[in-house]
């Protein structure tokens, strides 16, 4: 059973990055199988994919193109985990951030989805 | 990006009734080569991360009960709660895996009547 598990500061000043880890248990980072994704969730409730990483004989990711300028996400295979650095935050930032498994080839549906960080940004 | 949108935003349905959420897609979200329409709902509750309840638009997640049902095709899909019970009480969002990026509705709010 894949487990995530979250990590990071909820409050991070304006202008500065934002960091959070997604530490897996059940599953390899490395695995070519599986995605790994980050989505966050407005205050008001919208849901956004950010991003994703993954191995396919090298490391892959696609970036979502509102914060592609600004995003960045990678893989830690000794510590299996992957991380999503997000540059230059604004308040229109602030929301909860979740780490989530995806399949392979065409099965992109997320599953399972890490606990969560609610992140703020403000000086 | 294709848009989702869901309707109605809220309803609020007695114990034991049906409910039925709509999801409609921008565009098509339907493989040829597979036939397969690539919708997945999730299900959230209050101070939870969101929870896959359905893939492929109709195949249930193991463990979800069979009160939960997916249906449609092409661009319009609907989620159905053939009974509904205290604990079904969340917010319900569709999401198409199409195409990147992918996408989600804006979440549907169940309450009881």
């Known amino acids: 059973q894949v487990q995530l598990q979250q990590s990071g500061p909820g409050l991070v000043k304006p202008s500065q990055t934002l960091s959070l880890t997604c530490a897996i248990s059940?599953?390899?980072?490395?695995?070519?199988?599986?995605?790994w994704n980050w989505i966050r969730q407005s205050p008001s409730g919208g849901l956004e994919w950010l991003g994703r990483t993954y191995y396919r004989s090298e490391w892959n990711n696609n970036y979502a193109e509102s914060v592609r300028s600004r995003i960045t996400m990678s893989a830690d295979t000794s510590k299996n985990e992957f991380s999503l650095h997000l540059n230059s935050v604004t308040p229109e930032d602030t929301a909860a951030y979740y780490c989530a498994r995806g399949g392979s080839g065409y099965e992109n549906w997320l599953d399972p989805w890490g606990p969560g960080t609610r992140v703020t940004v403000s000086s | 990006d294709i848009m989702m949108t869901q309707s109605p935003d809220s309803l609020a349905v007695s114990l034991g009734e049906r409910a039925t959420i709509n999801c409609k897609s921008s565009q098509s979200v339907l493989f040829s080569s597979n036939n397969k329409n690539y919708i997945a709902w999730y299900q959230q509750k209050a101070g939870q991360p969101p929870k896959l309840l359905i893939y492929?638009?109709?195949a249930r997640e193991s463990g979800v009960p069979d009160r939960f049902s997916g249906s449609g095709s092409g661009t319009d899909f609907a989620l159905t709660i053939s009974s509904l019970q205290a604990e079904d009480v969340a917010v319900y969002y569709c999401q198409q895996y199409y195409r990147t990026p992918w996408t989600f509705g804006q979440g549907t709010k169940v309450e009881i009547k």
């Open positions: 059940g599953d390899s980072v490395s695995n070519n199988t599986a995605t």
């Open positions: 492929w638009t109709s």
